[in-house]
């Protein structure tokens, strides 16, 4: 199976910069199935970027994706308050899917 | 508003059942194929079991081959896991989470229900 290796474990950041995550996988992701979701506790997961780099309706612009084969960067231009929650990559293009360990965005 | 409400979990001993359900409302349920997800303490999410429209396609993950059952119930709006033979290593949070077609990301996932297998 696809292992989806997330970093850092953890990203402490203030209010309005910004933050790089990464996701890198064991094997090319097929055609970029690759996704990412937000993860608020007690909530459920919201998709935010799916194809690796399209946002999911209503997501806000300052979430982008990149990366192709096994290398996935979710970016968040400029921290707003809601945005401190778990990040978690999905790739959905090799059974079974598989999901990264998650970063959390928590405030500095 | 979409909404995905898991119940059925519990506290129960390793070796017995325990049913899990998934009621969807908000958007068009029998046009979603349907999956549970897992996420175990301190461990990541975890694909469990998936069920297409129809019921016609069921997947499970090696892990619960075998021992869960994945089913829907289209003029209810939802779906269920039936686990039999729990074991501890299955104590995790499970999610339902809907997508439209094999190539598609989860558009929406419930909030969980938790299993803690253990006596």
């Known amino acids: 199976e696809v292992v989806l290796t997330q970093s850092p474990v953890t990203l402490s950041l203030s209010p309005g910069e910004r933050a790089t995550l990464s996701c890198r996988a064991s094997?090319?992701?097929?055609?970029?199935?690759l996704a990412w979701y937000q993860h608020k506790p007690g909530q459920a997961p919201i998709l935010l970027i799916y194809g690796a780099s399209n946002r999911a309706t209503g997501v806000p612009h300052r979430f982008s994706g990149s990366g192709s084969g096994t290398d996935f960067t979710l970016t968040i231009s400029r921290l707003e308050p809601e945005d401190f929650a778990v990040y978690f990559c999905q790739q959905y293009g090799t059974s079974p899917m598989t999901f990264g360990q998650g970063t959390k965005v928590e405030i500095k | 508003e979409v909404q995905l409400v898991e119940s059925g979990g519990g506290l129960i001993q390793p070796g017995r059942s325990l049913r899990l359900s998934c009621v969807a409302s908000g958007f068009t349920f029998d046009v979603y194929g349907m999956h549970w997800v897992r996420q175990a303490p301190g461990k990541g999410l975890e694909w469990v079991s998936g069920i297409s429209t129809d019921s016609a396609n069921i997947i499970y993950a090696d892990s619960v081959k075998g021992r869960f059952t994945i089913s829907r119930d289209n003029a209810k709006n939802s779906l269920h896991l039936q686990m039999n033979s729990l074991r501890p290593d299955d104590t995790a949070l499970y999610y339902c989470?809907?997508?439209?077609?094999?190539?598609?990301?989860?558009?929406?996932w419930g909030q969980g229900t938790l299993v803690t297998v253990s006596s």
């Open positions: 094997q090319s992701v097929s055609s970029s199935f």
């Open positions: 989470a809907a997508r439209r077609r094999g190539g598609d990301p989860f558009d929406y």
